[in-house]
């Protein structure tokens, strides 16, 4: 078939050869029929011109036959024409080749713009003089067209004689190509056989792949153990997981035997992998491995599920035997870890669950079981290792209403903000406003900030939730006559967000609110491991205006060494530092400390958590900071703050 076509294309690429040559057989005699009328009709169709001008202005002069004025406009146009063809190209070189020519063209040109440049304004004795200097000029124009018509002729003989043998070079280069044609056709032809013979050897080839075979089925029976057990740690994967622990509910099923599940979950392993780095926390996975399997026990399987999360497959043993193994498994992994120098501790919990006890015979179910198990054990401070009953069940279901109740109140916004005052202690008059959120279940009633914010920050709606407190908070202070600084609370979560700082921008514009009035809550927590685009966008935030609190100072690790390098403007006293002002003197001391501490640093201090009348005065004596808490004036509704909005109509400074 391949012959064929080329053979084809052959004869289609001779017939091309005989058309190039029977067109350029064409082009040279049409060449040698026009080749004349280029440069030489120009020269002499100039001649022309100026004759024409020179018989155009003699009548015009005459008195027998008058000759309006436009056609020696259009004469004197057409012969300005002509001799633009003089400034460039092959007659430009032509009329430079000698003096004469060149002086010649030159008087034309003069006679010609003197005759344009007065045409206005001629008189009979000014065309008689033109006319006389015109006649002295042509008859060299004349002989000077003779000689371009000659040397016009001997050039277009020069390039015909080019042109043939230009013809001769073609024809012997599609003569070659021809040639070249053949010979591929003859060594396809040789390749066919070439290739008759690589079919024979394929057979044999053929015969051979069968004694790799059995190298492949060893390869096959690899790539199996690699789909059923983990590449890092070669414990058996999820796959092989839901594939034995059905199988194991559909042999024990209805019998005496009994399946116990364990689900494991590493504790702060994400914070290792976050800080450490992932080849570390890969590290940790391998010897959380090694250590699971030095604790399998006969019928015992241990399996990686993904991450962090980790299970145990029992078989043939009792509830006590179970929980034994659980906490053995607890206290194995709980040992301190050596990772490449790094002494790293991590934690573990366990949801444990019996098929029988749960009365259980779906695979998924006990699964489900088994996570609820987990989750209340990780929810646990004391207990690592958490059995499966039904009331935990009923607990999740409960937390499920609970959360999808949360995000319905979230997409509805209905929250009610309340805002609590913050009082300068050395002139009594109100600083800020800080405001708290309040969530009136419908049918549960009042639920305390503590349960419901960890809710909303687990499934990832605090960003969305703070939003809208944000908003509301600063839509409320825009409303009060003086310029109060209103204080809101925003999570880690929040900060981290790629867009915190434009979100902030925006609502700062949308609400019309000053960014000096604004000041946001963080806590210190968010200054652990200096995460380096929290710290930025802080730092953008207060570029702005904003002011940065640091809450709940006292409570976790912060201390007065880092307070100079943070990028906060107000440090919060912990409600802690007041609990016995009055009866301890050392926290007075304490107290004062810090007052001055945050003057040397130029930071604001608020105390927090001033509950009596006591703690209040003493506060007083010091004369120093902010005062917050029930005795300044516990949080109200915004119903409650008429005495601070400005008349209507009047905008607030």
Not at 475 to 502: G, H, Y
Request: aromatic share 6%; with cysteine; charged share 25%.
């Amino acid at each position: 078939m391949l012959s064929r076509v080329l053979s084809v294309l052959i004869v289609v690429f001779i017939a091309a050869t005989v058309y190039l040559s029977f067109t350029v057989t064409l082009r040279q005699g049409v060449l040698r029929q026009t080749a004349h009328y280029n440069d030489t009709f120009a020269f002499s169709q100039t001649v022309v011109e100026v004759l024409r001008l020179e018989s155009t202005l003699a009548r015009y002069e005459g008195a027998d036959i008058a000759v309006p004025m436009s056609d020696v406009e259009l004469r004197l146009d057409i012969a300005i024409s002509r001799l633009v063809t003089f400034t460039g190209g092959s007659l430009k070189r032509f009329v430079n080749a000698t003096p004469e020519r060149r002086a010649l063209i030159d008087d034309l040109t003069t006679e010609i713009n003197y005759l344009d440049a007065n045409l206005d304004n001629l008189t009979p004795q000014m065309v008689a003089d033109v006319l006389d200097r015109l006649d002295t000029l042509v008859g060299p124009l004349i002989n000077a067209a003779a000689q371009k018509v000659h040397e016009g002729r001997a050039e277009v003989e020069k390039n015909i004689e080019r042109l043939e043998m230009l013809h001769k070079s073609l024809n012997i280069v599609i003569v070659f190509l021809i040639l070249c044609w053949l010979l591929l056709f003859m060594l396809l032809l040789r390749q066919n056989k070439l290739l008759t013979q690589s079919q024979r050897e394929s057979a044999a080839l053929h015969r051979s792949l069968n004694a790799v075979g059995e190298e492949l089925r060893s390869k096959n029976r690899k790539l199996e153990h690699a789909a059923h057990y983990d590449s890092l740690t070669n414990l058996p994967n999820r796959a092989l997981f839901w594939s034995e622990l059905e199988k194991a509910i559909r042999v024990v099923g209805g019998g005496e035997q009994d399946v116990v599940l364990l689900l494991l979950d590493l504790d702060r392993f994400k914070n290792v992998n976050d800080t450490l780095g992932h080849d570390l926390g890969d590290l940790l996975l391998l010897n959380v491995g090694h250590r699971l399997r030095a604790l399998e026990n006969g019928p015992d399987i241990f399996f990686r599920l993904g991450g962090d999360e980790f299970a145990c497959l029992m078989l043939n043993r009792s509830v006590d035997e179970s929980l034994a193994v659980a906490r053995a498994i607890v206290a194995s992994l709980s040992v301190p870890y050596e990772l490449d120098g790094r002494r790293v501790q991590i934690g573990c919990s366990i949801g444990v669950v019996s098929a029988r006890a749960a009365q259980c015979s779906d695979a998924r179910m006990l699964f489900k079981y088994a996570d609820v198990s987990l989750y209340q054990a990780k929810a646990s401070l004391s207990n690592r290792v958490c059995m499966f009953e039904k009331k935990l069940q009923e607990r999740l279901d409960s937390e499920k209403e609970l959360q999808n109740d949360l995000r319905r109140a979230i997409n509805e916004d209905a929250f009610e903000v309340v805002y609590q005052p913050q009082e300068d202690v050395v002139t009594g008059e109100l600083r800020g406003l800080e405001a708290f959120t309040r969530w009136t279940h419908p049918d549960h009633g009042p639920i305390s900030p503590k349960v419901f914010i960890p809710i909303a920050e687990e499934l990832g709606l605090a960003p969305k939730f703070e939003k809208l407190i944000l908003l509301r908070a600063c839509r409320e202070a825009t409303r009060w006559q003086k310029p109060l600084k209103i204080c809101v609370n925003v999570s880690f979560m929040q900060l981290q967000s790629a867009d915190i700082v434009s979100t902030i921008q925006n609502i700062l514009i949308a609400t019309g609110l000053k960014p000096e009035r604004l000041e946001l809550d963080i806590a210190e927590t968010v200054f652990l491991g200096g995460n380096k685009s929290v710290l930025c966008a802080l730092g953008r935030l207060r570029a702005l205006g904003v002011s940065i609190a640091l809450d709940h100072f006292g409570t976790g690790v912060s201390s007065f060494a880092i307070l100079r390098g943070l990028p906060v403007d107000t440090i919060k006293l912990d409600k802690t530092f007041v609990r016995d002002l009055t009866t301890n003197s050392e926290t007075e001391s304490l107290l004062r400390l810090i007052g001055e501490l945050g003057a040397l640093l130029g930071k604001d201090v608020i105390i927090e958590g001033v509950e009596t009348t006591a703690q209040r005065d003493t506060i007083h004596a010091m004369k120093f900071g902010v005062m917050q808490g029930a005795r300044i004036g516990v949080p109200v509704a915004p119903s409650r703050l008429d005495h601070l909005r400005a008349p209507l109509g009047k905008t607030p400074s």
